[in-house]
C-alpha cells in the first residue's frame, strides 16, 4: 500500500490487550431492548480479530474459544454456541492476517464484514439444529454495524501503541546528521 | 536437508490441528448441554455470578430512560392523568359490580359445598431488560427466589398472560414469553368454550393455534383465555385474539394464527401470579388386606 504510513509502533502489551478484551465483553454484556439488541456489534468478535490481525502470536484459536464460552456464559445460551463460532471465525482470520495487515482499515472492514458474518451463520445453524426459531434477517444487521465501526475502532486501538518521537533517540540523532 | 523448521520458528501446534481440537470441544459442549441437559445447573450458577456485571451495565441504560422520561412534555402528562382519571372512574363503577357478584357467588359455592377457589396472591415485577438471546423470547424481571418466586410461576400484565417463569436466581428471574418457540399455553375460546393449545412461534405478535380441525368453531375475533384446565395457568386470564384463520381442505389442520393480548414491549411492570393451588388429591384408597389365597393341594 503507497498510500499507508508506515509508522513504527510498540508492540501491545498483553496487559493491555487483556484490558481491551475485558471492556469488550462488558460492552457485549450491555442490556438492550427491542431493536438495539440486534444492531449492538459483537464486541468481542471485533477484538479478537483485530488481535488476530496485529497480534497473532498473543492472540490464537484458543484465546478465540476460551472468550467464547465466556459470551455463552454471559448468554446463557448453548454452551460452546460462541465457542465454534469464534474458534473458526479466529481461524479463517489467521489465514488472511498477512494480508489484512496491509489493507487499509476500509478494505479490512469488508474482511470483517465477512468474517463477522460467518461468525453469525454458523451460531445460527447451530441454534437451528437445536430446534430454535429464525430471528429474522434483522439478525444479520450487527455484522454490518460491526464492520462499519472497525475503522474508528483500529484507530482506538493503534493509539496507545504510537511511539513518541524522543529527540536522544539514536537513529533520530544519525538521520539528522 | 532437513525440512523442518528450526525450533525459533516452532509455534506449537500447526493451526488446523488446533482448529479440529478447539471446534471439536466446542461441538463436544453442545452436544452434552443441548442433548443431554447435563449443564443446566452449571449455568444457573455461574448466571449468578455473571448477574452484578450485567446490573452494572444496565446502569447507564436505566439513567438514561430516567433521565428521558424526566423531560416529558407536561401536556402530554395532563392528558394521560385525565384519560387515567376516567378510567379509575369505569373500573370504580364495575368494581361495586364486582363486589356484588363476588358475594353472590361466594354465597352461591358455599351452597353448592364447591371447593373455595383460591384468592390470587401476586408480586409485582418490574422488566429490567430483554434477554440477550436474539433465538429466545426472554426478559429479565426484578424478583427472584428471595421474594419468593418459584419456576413455573406465570407471568401477566394488566391485559392478558405475558409467560412463565423458566429460571430464577437470588434477585433477578427470567420469563419466557408465549412468543417463545414451542412455548404452549392451554386456552378456552370464550364465545364458545372451545379448548385449544396456543403456541409461540418464535415471532414477536403472533401465536400459533396447531391440531385444531379444519371445521373447528374458530373465528377472527375470537378471544382466547387460559382454561385453567394445566393446573399452571389460573383460568380465565386473555391469552391471544384469534386474527386469520386459514381453512383448506388439502390439510387436516386449519392454519390459526392469533395476536397476543400482552405487550411486552410497552409495559414495564408486570404481575408475577402465585403458584395455581389445584384440587388436592383424594387420599390413597386403603389398600385391601393381602388375600391369602389358598391354593388346594396339587
Known amino acids: 500500500m503507497a498510500s499507508a504510513k508506515t509508522t513504527l509502533s510498540k508492540p501491545a502489551s498483553g496487559r493491555f490487550i487483556l484490558f481491551t478484551l475485558a471492556l469488550g465483553l462488558l460492552a457485549n454484556l450491555v442490556p438492550w431492548n427491542g431493536m438495539a439488541k440486534l444492531l449492538w456489534p459483537d464486541c468481542i468478535a471485533l477484538l479478537l480479530v483485530y488481535w488476530i490481525i496485529y497480534q497473532p502470536r498473543h492472540v490464537g484459536l484458543g484465546t478465540a474459544w476460551f472468550l467464547g464460552l465466556l459470551m455463552d456464559i454471559a448468554d446463557g445460551v448453548l454452551f460452546g454456541q460462541h465457542a465454534l463460532a469464534y474458534t473458526l471465525m479466529a481461524y479463517m482470520a489467521q489465514i488472511l492476517h498477512r494480508r489484512l495487515q496491509m489493507f487499509s482499515p476500509w478494505q479490512q472492514s469488508l474482511y470483517v464484514f465477512g468474517l463477522l458474518l460467518i461468525s453469525l451463520v454458523i451460531m445460527l445453524v447451530t441454534r437451528l439444529a437445536f430446534g430454535a426459531a429464525f430471528p429474522g434477517p434483522l439478525y444479520f444487521a450487527s455484522s454490518v454495524i460491526g464492520a462499519v465501526l472497525w475503522p474508528s475502532l483500529s484507530l482506538l486501538l493503534r493509539l496507545p501503541q504510537h511511539r513518541k518521537p524522543r529527540p536522544d533517540d539514536t537513529y533520530t540523532k544519525l538521520i539528522n546528521k | ?298
Open chain 2, 1 to 298: 536437508m532437513d525440512s523442518t523448521s528450526p525450533p525459533f520458528f516452532k509455534r506449537g501446534l500447526p493451526p488446523p490441528v488446533r482448529l479440529a481440537i478447539f471446534s471439536g470441544l466446542a461441538l463436544l459442549l453442545m452436544v452434552v448441554d443441548g442433548h443431554y441437559h447435563y449443564l443446566n445447573t452449571l449455568r444457573n450458577t455461574l448466571a449468578v455470578v455473571i448477574n452484578p456485571l450485567q446490573h452494572v451495565m444496565n446502569a447507564p441504560v436505566r439513567l438514561a430512560s430516567q433521565v428521558s422520561s424526566f423531560f416529558v412534555v407536561q401536556g402530554r402528562l395532563r392528558g394521560e392523568n385525565a384519560d387515567l382519571k376516567d378510567k379509575q372512574l369505569l373500573l370504580a363503577g364495575q368494581m361495586l359490580q364486582f363486589q356484588a357478584l363476588q358475594a353472590e357467588n361466594a354465597r352461591l359455592r358455599s351452597l353448592l359445598a364447591a371447593q373455595k377457589r383460591y384468592t390470587q396472591k401476586t408480586t409485582m415485577a418490574e422488566i429490567l431488560y430483554s434477554g440477550r438471546d436474539p433465538f429466545a423470547r426472554k426478559i429479565i424481571i426484578d424478583r427472584g427466589s428471595l421474594h419468593d418466586v418459584k419456576p413455573g410461576q406465570v407471568v401477566a400484565d394488566d391485559v392478558g398472560v405475558v409467560g412463565q417463569i423458566t429460571r430464577v436466581n437470588l434477585g433477578v428471574s427470567e420469563v419466557t414469553l408465549v412468543t417463545d418457540k414451542d412455548q404452549a399455553v392451554p386456552v378456552q375460546n370464550l364465545r364458545n368454550g372451545l379448548r385449544a393449545v396456543v403456541f409461540g412461534n418464535g415471532q414477536e405478535g403472533t401465536l400459533d393455534v396447531p391440531f385444531m380441525p379444519v371445521n373447528a368453531d374458530m373465528q377472527p375475533g375470537d378471544q382466547l383465555v387460559t382454561s385453567g384446565i394445566d393446573g399452571i395457568y389460573p383460568p380465565g386470564l386473555p391469552v391471544a385474539i384469534i386474527s386469520k384463520v386459514e381453512r383448506n381442505a388439502a390439510y387436516p389442520f386449519a392454519k390459526i394464527s392469533c395476536t397476543p393480548s400482552a405487550g411486552t414491549d410497552r409495559e414495564r411492570q408486570v404481575l408475577i401470579l402465585s403458584a395455581v393451588q389445584s384440587a388436592p388429591i383424594p387420599p390413597r384408597p386403603q389398600e385391601p388386606p393381602p388375600q391369602t389365597v389358598k391354593h388346594g393341594k396339587r
